[in-house]
């Protein structure tokens, strides 16, 4: 009897040594009595004893309570009793159970039994995350996905499609039995008979569109599609799946867009200039009267044509990339003058405003053209500049002749000349001055708008061209009763620029700040380097500039309120001509104004630095272009003149 005692627990005592489960034997203050082969392994064999360890230091998640062992579980979805394994890298998950049992000495001891169930618990992760994806995606896509089992008749669906119906909580809710009450009445049979037709077999899938009630009163439009997923071994349906969308914006777009077109055939077909709608192909869809006027056609003959094609001319092909650098671009419109070949040979200059029309779908993207025959104006225009070039160049020789005749006039006389002679003598010269000033404007401006406006970029001190041109127009501001203040480096500064054009640009931007100088005030010269670059700023105080103004202050022959400018002489060109001179000097120019205190004009040109060499650190006496209008007295330490 002792021998089969003996073998029974030999054969016990085996079967738990190879079990593929991690075993522990606990007494009741945590010690480990035993453990099996398994159990080494689940710890990684990084114990080379466990018998009289604490089972807390071998498992953490384990700790004893009351005489007995407690297990702090993981909480991982619907697993009981997970604990946490060893691990080198990855993480490793047990399945702990515990079972207790006494001895023949009657004490209590706790059989701990562990399982390792790692890849369990990662494959229920990985359908967590991918459910999870799943449902965002649907969510965030506002697509519902219905299944419906067609032997119970019951249906089930995600949390998206509820929300369609604007039901938030879908517990315990069957979705076939909501759809049925929520179909508006006149869309139901078609819909079901579309189902029937997917369910039997004869098409593939069913597709419908139909009126659904959300909350109480809403109805809206809905698209589904329908599969069969699952038939039984005599091939009958047995489950279903669908995808349902909310399509209400787009049949109200849908229906806006047909509204629109209606109203836009009248619009175009009324159009006093030419005006059509294209594809963005360049196809005519639609084209008014005026069209075939302007493109030399006889009625109904541009339909379906290509315009950039018309007449198998290319004069408009490059239209085409107009359209598509406007399609890809963050613009809406685009403003372009071609010229256009009429069948008959005759050649005309067209303005052409293209916009585009942008629904949902890309494919239905429209231009909207409008188009007007500008040959006339070209014409006008190309008169007017011949005709200013003309008179300026004829009036610039007498005008050199009277000027330099009323000086050797003035000399001849002398200072013994009655008072009235030497006062029509004097009015004589400066308007003679003046008038030889405006002709050399026109003649710049002509320059400017034929395209042939250029200087000569050289190296130059930029600190001696702002001294002479200070220097050089002390008469005029002394007529004003304005004096000037010019704070600048003593030391050279070389700078890219046309050293002629230069002057030309700081003699307007001084001439303007006298002029509208308060009088006895002071006009400030700040000159200095800014990072990489030379800065000249002009600040006088005065009347300043309105914000109106400034939108149009560089455009040509642009002047303030009548009422204000009336009582100061000038072109309105200086400022546009100083514009493309400072611009074409590869520099920038601009402005700060606060109305009634003061205004700052301000020029940046780039400096000459040597081959390689990066730019100067800035010194400390360097200004910055201001940002802002300022009231502020800026700092007068220079010399006046």
């Known amino acids: ?76 979805g619907d697993f009981e009793n997970i604990i946490s394994l060893p691990s080198d890298d990855d993480a490793r998950y047990g399945e702990v159970n515990l079972s207790q049992f006494k001895d023949a000495e009657g004490r209590p001891f706790t059989i701990v039994n562990v399982n390792e169930i790692t890849s369990r618990v990662k494959s229920w992760y990985a359908l967590r995350d991918q459910e999870e ?63 029937a037709e997917c369910i039997a077999g004869r098409v593939e899938r069913s597709e ?29 349906p047995v489950r279903v799946l669908g ?35 294209m594809s963005l192909d360049g196809t005519f869809l639609l084209l008014n009267d005026p069209c075939y006027s302007l493109f030399g056609y006889a009625a109904g003959q541009l339909e379906r044509k290509n315009l950039w094609q018309l007449s198998g001319q290319k004069t408009l092909e490059n239209l085409k990339a107009e359209v598509e650098a406007l399609f890809n671009g963050d613009s809406s419109i685009s403003r372009v003058e071609e010229k256009y070949v009429r069948p ?68 001849v006389i002398g200072e013994g000349a009655p008072e009235q002679v030497d006062k029509l003598l004097g009015m004589a010269s400066r308007n003679s001055e003046r008038l ?11 320059k400017l708008t034929a395209g042939h406006f250029s200087v000569e970029i050289t190296q130059v001190d930029a600190v001696d061209i702002v001294q002479q041109t200070v220097v050089d127009n002390e008469p005029f501001a002394n007529k004003f009763s304005v004096s000037v203040l010019v704070d600048a480096p003593e030391h050279p500064v070389i700078i890219h620029a046309d050293a002629q054009r230069l002057k030309q640009v700081l003699t307007n931007l001084l001439s303007n700040a006298a002029k509208f100088s308060d009088c006895g005030t002071t006009v400030d010269v700040k000159a200095g380097i800014d990072e990489e670059a030379f800065l000249i ?71 000459a630095l040597p081959t390689g060499a990066s730019a100067r650190p800035r010194p400390s006496g360097s200004i910055e272009a201001p940002s802002s209008p300022t009231s502020s007295s800026p700092e007068r330490n220079g010399t006046t003149y």
């Open 537 to 607: 700023s002009v600040t006088n105080r005065g009347r300043g500039i309105s914000p109106e103004f400034g939108k149009r202050l560089f455009e040509p022959f642009s002047q303030q309120a009548e009422h204000l400018t009336r009582d100061r002489e000038g072109t309105g060109l200086g400022l546009a001509i100083s514009k493309e001179l400072v611009e074409n000097m590869g520099g920038a120019i601009g402005y700060s104004s606060q109305i009634n205190v003061q205004t700052t004009f301000w020029v940046r040109l780039p400096l």
């Open 243 to 277: 995808t349902m969308i909310d399509t209400t914006p787009l049949e109200t777009a849908l229906a806006l867009a047909e509204a629109r077109r209606a109203g836009l055939e009248v619009l175009v077909s009324n159009a006093p200039v030419a005006m059509a709608v």
């Open 1 to 76: 009897m002792c021998t089969e005692h003996h073998d029974a627990e030999a054969m016990f005592q085996s079967i738990v040594d190879n079990s593929p489960f991690g075993v522990w034997v606990v007494d009741q203050d945590g010690l480990v009595v035993f453990s099996n082969r398994s159990a080494e392994a689940l710890l990684l064999h990084r114990w080379t004893k466990t018998t009289g360890a604490q089972i807390a230091e071998l498992l953490p998640a384990l700790s004893v309570s009351n005489g007995g062992l407690t297990i702090t579980d993981l909480k991982i």
């Open 208 to 236: 419908a569109k139909f009126r659904m009630r959300v909350g109480d009163n809403d109805w809206r439009w809905m698209r589904s599609i329908l599969r069969v997923t699952e038939r039984d071994e005599q091939g009958d």
């Open 344 to 411: 008959n040979g005759e050649v005309i200059d067209i303005a052409i405003r293209i916009s585009i029309y942008r629904p949902e779908r890309v494919s239905d993207s429209r231009l909207i053209v409008q188009m007007v025959d500008i040959t006339e104006t070209k014409r006008l225009e190309a008169l007017k500049n011949d005709f200013v070039a003309t008179v300026s160049h004829e009036l610039r020789t007498p005008l050199a002749s009277v000027h330099g005749a009323l000086r050797l006039l003035a000399g």
């Open 436 to 446: 030889t000033q405006v002709v050399n404007d026109l003649l710049d401006f002509q």
């Open 133 to 195: 994806r799943w449902n965002l995606a649907l969510e965030g896509s506002q697509i519902g996905v219905f299944e419906s089992d067609l032997r119970t008749g019951a249906g089930r669906a995600s949390d998206a499609w509820y929300q369609l119906l604007g039901i938030c909580d879908a517990n315990g809710k069957d979705s076939d039995r909501e759809w049925r009450e929520r179909i508006h009445p006149d869309d139901r049979e078609e819909v079901e008979a579309l189902d």
